[in-house]
């Protein structure tokens, strides 16, 4: 390999490049990328695609992995049998199919108690852990228990809302996750029966042609709405290549995975928001907002650690070689395309909406110290009670 080339200061172009340098030669490195500007954002969408589906590292996605593996070994794997015509082949075939019974039982069974079991375990453990002590800590903020106070008054008002916003903040981080095991689960097919798990690795033809006719000089504001002037010649020309799923999953397994996973994840958030929001709010003095704060976050981060505990290392690295899902240009909603730029904004958008809907419509209101919805549940349970007596 040649002597690297020295870097000139004068005779700069539009895009801050020496212009003879973008003629390689047999003596000088090749130009990267090829097109001679460089964009954070090539490699990415080269490799996988800028929009990519992809289980992050949670218990709820080592119980779907686990259910997967299972599955797989679960399926048959019988050679024909010959056909009998007597008496005794058929009594032949007969036990045959009685030990591939016998086998498949055996290798589900070691494979269910190594793999599925543990890991059931350790999910009903975190949910219990995480439903039991947000319970108790709603309870507590209604009945006023220890140093919290009757109403949201007892603490500084900057300070109470950081600490309400650091901790929605962590909430809707955790709620993002859910949303990714969504979308991962939602690209794969429902089928019938229950294949392999493989992928293929397929090129994105409309992104690579979206590359050629685009300006590199273009922004990313740009680039999202597609709002480029045509017929600049400094384009890159790069072959985008997205992985995606060639086997399904059955109605029944989806389901399983809904319910265990999005559903129950999502229900221990909301209610572990709920309660710790309260703790937070109705903090007696500034010290036990901050110790409130950092209590109620610890709840909601109970099934990251237990996962982090409890999950063999053998295992998450297993699962960290599962390819990232991309998403073909073709299948990507203009709305994604246009509010990626928009991001940090809708973020902080939510962030307020919620800290406002948990802070003015539930636990700051006149009915202090219930909420809306105990108040709704004492009433109603009186009202049956009356009905009843």
């Not at 060639?246 to 572990?272: D, E, W």
């Not at 991001?343 to 539930?362: E, H, T």
Request: charged fraction near 15%; aromatic fraction near 10%; proline fraction near 5%.
């Amino acid at each position: 390999m040649g002597q690297l080339p020295i870097a000139r200061t004068n005779q700069l172009n539009a895009y801050g490049v020496y212009e003879p340098d973008l003629e390689t030669d047999a003596n000088s490195l090749a130009i990267y990328p090829p097109a001679g500007v460089f964009s954070y954002l090539d490699p990415v969408a080269r490799e996988g695609g800028l929009h990519v589906r992809q289980l992050p590292e949670t218990i709820y996605s080592a119980l779907i992995m686990g259910h997967l593996i299972l599955e797989h070994y679960e399926q048959p794997r019988r050679p024909p049998l010959p056909e009998a015509d007597t008496c005794c082949d058929r009594l032949r075939n007969g036990c045959v199919r009685a030990g591939y019974v016998a086998r498949d039982l055996t290798v589900y069974t070691r494979t269910f108690v190594l793999t599925d079991m543990p890991l059931i375990l350790t999910w009903a453990v975190a949910v219990a852990v995480q439903f039991t002590l947000a319970y108790y800590l709603h309870n507590a903020v209604v009945a006023v228990d220890g140093d919290l106070g009757v109403d949201c008054n007892g603490t500084d008002s900057v300070l109470r809302y950081l600490g309400l916003s650091a901790f929605v903040a962590f909430g809707m981080a955790d709620l993002l996750e859910t949303w990714d095991i969504h979308l991962w689960l939602a690209q794969f097919q429902t089928v019938g029966k229950f294949g392999t798990l493989r992928f293929k690795r397929y090129r994105d033809t409309d992104a690579d042609e979206e590359a050629a006719s685009t300006p590199l000089q273009m922004s990313s504001l740009e680039r999202a709405t597609s709002a480029y002037v045509e017929g600049s010649s400094k384009t890159a020309r790069v072959s985008h290549v997205v992985t995606q799923p060639v086997t399904g999953i059955t109605c029944i397994t989806k389901i399983y995975f809904y319910v265990t996973a999005v559903a129950t994840k999502a229900l221990a958030n909301l209610f572990v928001l709920m309660a710790g929001s309260g703790a937070v709010l109705r903090s007696d003095n500034n010290f036990d907002l901050i110790l409130n704060s950092v209590a109620a976050s610890f709840i909601l981060d109970i099934d990251n650690q237990l996962y982090h505990l409890l999950v063999p290392g053998t295992m998450k690295r297993s699962w960290s070689f599962l390819p990232p899902i991309g998403i073909p240009k073709s299948s990507v909603a203009s709305i994604t395309r246009i509010g990626t730029p928009l991001y940090v904004y809708v973020s902080f958008a939510v962030l307020v909406a919620l800290d406002f809907m948990l802070a003015d419509l539930v636990w700051c209101t006149d009915l202090v110290p219930n909420t809306p919805f105990t108040y709704w549940f004492n009433t109603t349970r009186s009202l049956i009670n009356q009905g009843i007596g």
